[in-house]
């Protein structure tokens, strides 16, 4: 069954301290990973879709990166404004549901000054 | 990216009673999907709304409890019939414009069943 683990589930940083957050994941077949970030009462954002081992995409203070089991984002110098639940989901290239996500819990990231 | 937009964002209502709720996309998109958000849970989908045919519900949904439309490119309605309050939840649209491609997604109808 394919599925997707986030950890931490909470993370508290002080404003400037980088960290990682990770997205293991069981799929058969991956055809795609993506990242998006969720404000309090507002829909998923989507950030960065990564589709092979080793690509890494970048977006001011993230960096999400993708093995063959796990993907992490990568938090540099994070400001309170990055204070968010992320959240990662795959895609399978197999199954009958075309276009269909399976996501993460989620983490939710508190960036205090 | 598309620009989706959610009727009603949010609402209370009593068991047993129904709610419709519309997602409107300002462009065509070839895929449309139904999701649900519950407390401390991962994003769940319900179904697949398919244009000018019955939606694909994904197991442990069914059409009598969930039925979709889908008259055209840009619109889809989703009713949640006969309420529980188990049915408390975040209802999300999401559309893609290509198997493969990101999904994006509405800002979602928070309902809360009394």
């Known amino acids: 069954e394919d599925q997707v683990t986030q950890s931490p589930e909470a993370l508290r940083l002080q404003e400037g301290e980088s960290s990682s957050l990770n997205c293991s994941y069981t799929?058969?077949?991956?055809?795609?990973l993506f990242w998006y970030r969720q404000d309090p009462g507002k829909g998923p954002e989507f950030l960065f879709t990564l589709y092979s081992a080793g690509e890494e995409k970048e977006k001011e203070r993230l960096k999400a990166t993708l093995t063959k089991k796990e993907s992490f984002l990568h938090i540099t110098a994070p400001k309170p404004e990055d204070s968010a639940t992320y959240l990662c989901?795959?895609?399978?290239?197999?199954?009958?549901?075309?276009?269909?996500?399976?996501f993460g819990r989620g983490t939710q990231l508190t960036v205090w000054p | 990216s598309a620009v989706i937009s959610q009727k009603p964002s949010r609402d209370i209502c009593q068991r047993g009673t129904s709610l419709t709720i519309q997602c409107q996309v300002d462009?065509?998109?070839?895929?449309m999907f139904w999701y649900r958000q519950q407390p401390g849970q991962s994003l769940t989908l319900i179904a697949t709304a398919n244009q000018g045919s019955e939606a694909t519900y994904e197991s442990g949904f069914v059409i009598d409890k969930f039925p979709i439309s889908r008259p055209n490119l840009t619109f889809s309605t989703l009713t949640v019939s006969n309420m529980s309050p188990e049915d408390s939840s975040i209802y999300l649209c999401?559309?893609?414009?290509?198997?493969?491609?990101?999904?994006?997604f509405g800002n979602g109808t928070r309902l809360t069943v009394t």
């Open positions: 799929v058969s077949g991956l055809r795609g």
């Open positions: 989901a795959v895609q399978s290239d197999r199954g009958s549901t075309l276009g269909r996500l399976y």
């Open positions: 999401s559309v893609a414009q290509l198997e493969g491609s990101p999904l994006h």
């Open positions: 462009s065509q998109v070839t895929m």
